[in-house]
């Protein structure tokens, strides 16, 4: 058992934390408070190789390991959250063309995406149905020499800015998780409609929107899989998503400390920096034992992953458990930054919010306690 990061692991991590810090960080307030998609910066991290980490040789991608991919997602949120929900949008994206796709559909999707920036959208979630997923209601009809799309999806990551869209819908609703099926996309396609961007709480840089498809026409050959496949390749791209979820949480909870440490030995109260104080030392001893747990958990998923391994019920406990620590972590960072943690001059208070959505997207906390039970009681 060895838990040291190979030479090639550190200077991957070197090279995000260094982009974090030089590109993300200045800038992420501004991107927050203007609510801005944060393109140029997106581009930057695609030209570095920071992006489409799930991309194999094969087809133009760097082959980076699960565990190579959640060590980058955490270096990247350390800058910024909201932005690294963008970045990992498109591994969410493309992560079904490579589970799922046949070896044309990977050549076709996959190797414009190492050629050219280009931003990819996973829709999955309804208006209606967001954590029942097997609830899905967007159709897909067989059209002959095409398929016929119609439905409306809701949340969808980089919507007004994506180039593919992996789509998943059901050949037939009785059917249930048996009739789901997932398309490749074309968003210029007629009969696509967006929705306004959302203004959200966090993760404000993220553009986030609905997207109606109004019998769309899609090629029959830009199904993955057969009718009725789309299911696994959405529950084994899960899968493989979460541990990456889970290490943006990681990422704003190693910043959230990090803050913490530094004003709690800057900032004085009864003649002494108030890391002299018992009741701040404990808090802050939490969040590095829980950042520090988190951060096993998440190599362990991923490393499943690189293995072969199923991983559902390690990934679970690992989106959960880092979720649920980063919203603790940085509500108490507020709590030890006092009345400035709450003002917008100084940054906890950003951590604070755009930590809340770790806990609701790719399965919320209560959903993954529902697959960590249904696993162990199995």
């Given at each position: 058992m060895d838990f040291s990061l190979s030479p090639e692991q550190?200077?991957?991590?070197?090279?995000?934390?260094?982009?974090?810090?030089?590109?993300?960080?200045?800038?992420?307030?501004?991107?927050?408070?203007?609510?801005?998609?944060?393109?140029?910066?997106?581009?930057?991290?695609?030209?570095?190789?920071?992006?489409?980490?799930c991309i194999p040789s094969a087809f133009g991608g760097s082959d980076f390991s699960s565990v190579d991919s959640v060590i980058i997602s955490e270096a990247l949120a350390y800058g910024c959250m909201g932005m690294n929900t963008s970045f990992m949008a498109n591994d969410l994206a493309l992560l079904p063309i490579v589970i799922?796709?046949?070896?044309?559909?990977?050549?076709?999707?996959l190797t414009p995406f190492t050629k050219e920036f280009r931003i990819a959208s996973f829709c999955l979630t309804e208006p209606g149905n967001?954590?029942?997923?097997?609830?899905?209601?967007?159709?897909?009809?067989?059209?002959?020499?095409?398929?016929?799309?119609t439905g409306e999806k809701m949340w969808i990551t980089n919507a007004g800015y994506?180039?593919?869209?992996?789509?998943?819908?059901?050949?037939?609703?009785?059917?249930?998780?048996?009739?789901?099926?997932?398309?490749?996309?074309?968003?210029?396609?007629?009969g696509v409609e967006l929705g306004k961007k959302e203004d959200k709480m966090g993760h404000r840089s993220s553009d986030t929107r609905a997207v109606r498809f109004n019998s769309v026409r899609v090629p029959k050959e830009n199904m993955l899989g057969n009718p009725g496949d789309g299911w696994g390749i959405a529950m084994s791209t899960l899968d493989h998503s979460r541990p990456l979820v889970a290490s943006s949480a990681l990422g704003g909870a190693q910043r959230a400390l990090d803050l913490s440490v530094q004003y709690s030995k800057e900032r004085t109260q009864f003649g002494v920096p108030i890391a002299k104080h018992q009741a701040i030392q404990f808090m802050i001893a939490e969040m590095g034992m829980k950042v520090e747990a988190a951060r096993l958990?998440?190599?362990?998923?991923?490393?499943?992953?690189?293995q072969g391994i199923r991983n559902t019920e390690i990934a679970s406990y690992a989106k959960a458990f880092a979720s649920d620590s980063c919203m603790q972590i940085t509500t108490d960072a507020v709590q030890i930054y006092g009345g400035y943690g709450y003002s917008k001059e100084y940054p906890v208070e950003k951590l604070?919010?755009?930590?809340?959505?770790?806990?609701?997207?790719?399965g919320t906390s209560q959903?993954?306690?529902?697959?960590?039970?249904?696993?162990?009681?199995?």
């Open positions: 550190n200077e991957i991590r070197e090279l995000a934390l260094k982009f974090a810090r030089n590109e993300m960080l200045p800038r992420a307030q501004e991107y927050d408070e203007a609510g801005t998609f944060p393109r140029e910066i997106f581009q930057k991290a695609w030209e570095l190789g920071l992006i489409n980490t799922g796709g046949s070896e044309a559909q990977k050549k076709t999707f967001g954590s029942d997923a097997g609830g899905i209601r967007t159709q897909i009809k067989d059209g002959g020499d095409h398929w016929l799309l994506a180039d593919l869209f992996v789509v998943y819908g059901t050949i037939d609703p009785t059917l249930k998780h048996k009739g789901i099926s997932a398309l490749v996309v074309d968003p210029k396609s007629p958990l998440i190599y362990k998923a991923a490393w499943l992953c690189d604070m919010r755009d930590a809340k959505l770790i806990q609701i997207y790719e959903i993954q306690r529902l697959v960590m039970a249904r696993e162990l009681l199995k």
